[in-house]
């Protein structure tokens, strides 16, 4: 029986926010996230995730996050990603997604729009951007930057507004016992009607779009693309698309969250290739531009390699090919006894 299909257990009622804490009761040693750092990929359980994301929401609270106010998020993909998206849905506000490769200009444009409270960056590329805009942005609290180099080199008027995000965190966790059954109280309250993300477009066409997503929207999906996309408690996601991105969503919040299923995050988008040998994810969602980056480093390898392995390559594509867009669970006998042939033997080793 498909792991993906519907069923009232496996797809409740719940906001995102809510499904996390779910997920942290069943399977508080579960791993929910590994992250890469230096080589090495670093696990984060159910348990670990829920009580991270409390901390990073009530340390949003404290900086002056409205009910209902909006959290900047402008970083490549990472832990701290939805730490921020889920803590700000914790604390009530709405997470805005913004493209680490927008210009200070076509940033301030969504900063304003959106009406953002807090921005939380990446590294000082963003924080300068954001600091460029900033007199345009009436609502601006503070500034949080997830890494701490070149902090020391604003002068004290812009240091001021800025707080790292450890800091966050740690003030969160030094205040989340006394505040624990307020946000429980107010996360019971939450409603699928009520503004979880706000996602916009890139701009290339105008001014960006932004569509304000409800926590109904991203629960009603989250079934069709499980089923669609054969995924399960098991199955095993890279992610690496901009978060800011609705696709990218998809697959590293809004199915996960709900099966309880494994995200990883690589050191950059500069490492894919990398890290989808070290992690072998179940499910993959590659651009264009990728899939043909990993087409032309095999052509490439194939082309260096002996008229054996030339013959044993083209050979197996031409015997799996004709079940190629199958998922595994629905390869006949036969077809899986191929398969394992020409994995050991070839496929294994055509991406290294």
């Not at 040998?277 to 194939?302: D, N, Q, Y």
Request: with cysteine.
């Amino acid at each position: 029986m498909n792991g993906a299909k519907t069923d009232d257990a496996q797809w409740p009622e719940l906001t995102l926010p809510q499904m996390l804490r779910e997920q942290a009761r069943r399977q508080p040693n579960g791993i929910a996230i590994r992250q890469k750092d230096f080589g090495i990929w670093k696990p984060l359980t159910w348990g670990d995730y829920w009580r991270r994301v409390c901390h990073v929401g009530v340390g949003l609270r404290a900086l002056g996050l409205s009910p209902g106010g909006r959290v900047a998020i402008v970083s490549e993909n990472r832990v701290e990603w939805l730490l921020t998206q889920l803590g700000a849905g914790v604390a009530g506000g709405v997470a805005v997604g913004v493209y680490s490769t927008s210009p200070a200009e076509e940033m301030g444009y969504v900063l304003e729009h959106a009406d953002v409270e807090l921005v939380v960056c990446e590294d000082q590329e963003q924080t300068d951007k954001v600091l460029q805009v900033a007199s345009c942005l009436p609502l601006l609290r503070r500034i949080v930057t997830m890494e701490t180099k070149g902090l020391r080199s604003y002068a004290p008027a812009e240091r001021a507004r800025i707080v790292t995000f450890a800091e966050v965190e740690a003030d969160g966790a030094a205040r989340e016992a006394q505040e624990r059954d307020a946000l429980n109280r107010a996360l019971d309250a939450q409603r699928l009607d009520d503004t979880g993300l706000m996602i916009y477009t890139s701009g290339s066409t105008g001014k960006p779009k932004g569509a304000m997503l409800s926590f109904g929207n991203m629960r009603g999906v989250a079934p069709g693309i499980a089923d669609r996309l054969s995924m399960d408690a098991h199955s095993v996601h890279l992610s690496y698309l901009p978060l800011c991105h609705v696709a990218e969503q998809m697959l590293s919040t809004f199915v996960p969250l709900y099966l309880g299923s494994q995200v990883n995050f690589g050191e950059s988008i500069r490492t894919v290739q990398e890290d989808l040998r070290e992690v072998a994810p179940t499910i993959f969602l590659g651009v264009p531009r990728i899939w043909e980056k990993l087409h032309a480093s095999i052509s490439i390898k194939m082309q260096e390699a002996g008229r054996l392995q030339q013959w044993l390559y083209r050979r197996a594509l031409a015997r799996c090919a004709p079940f190629l867009e199958k998922s595994p669970s629905q390869y006949s006998a036969s077809e899986r006894m191929t398969q394992a042939l020409w994995y050991w033997l070839v496929l294994r080793a055509a991406a290294r």
